[in-house]
């Protein structure tokens, strides 16, 4: 069974930088696509970052385009996101997903493991 834990969220000012991982047990990572999504307060869950199961096709989202970074490492079965410039807008929490082999995907239905996701919060 995979499991997926994410870490690295916490309160940071305005401009400043997180990096959260997510680490990756139960399967062969290098064959599963992970994903990125976080859900503000009130709101639906959205699509943030994605990286195929080969590291070779990463997916951000625009509003996080030239601020957030996605990585894997296979050696380590984590996942990053390097998350730079952030906004009080950036507030949620963050969630990693993974598929099996599949390319990047950017809806829920689209994944089939879930972490139980870390906060992040940035203040104004």
């Known amino acids: 069974q995979v499991q997926l834990v994410e870490s690295g969220g916490g309160l940071v000012q305005a401009g400043g930088s997180l990096r959260l991982s997510c680490a990756f047990s139960?399967?062969?990572?290098?064959?599963?696509?992970v994903g990125w999504f976080r859900q503000a307060p009130g709101k639906e869950r959205e699509s943030v970052a994605g990286?195929?199961?080969?590291?070779?096709?990463?997916y951000l989202a625009d509003s996080v385009k030239g601020r957030f970074t996605i990585s894997r490492d296979n050696a380590k079965n984590t996942v990053y996101l390097q998350m730079n410039s952030l906004k009080p807008e950036d507030t949620a929490i963050y969630y990693c997903a993974a598929r099996g082999f599949g390319s990047i995907a950017t809806t829920i239905n689209g994944y089939d493991y879930w972490g139980q996701g870390t906060q992040v919060a940035v203040s104004s």
């Open positions: 990286i195929s199961w080969n590291g070779g096709s990463t």
């Open positions: 139960g399967r062969t990572f290098s064959a599963y696509t």
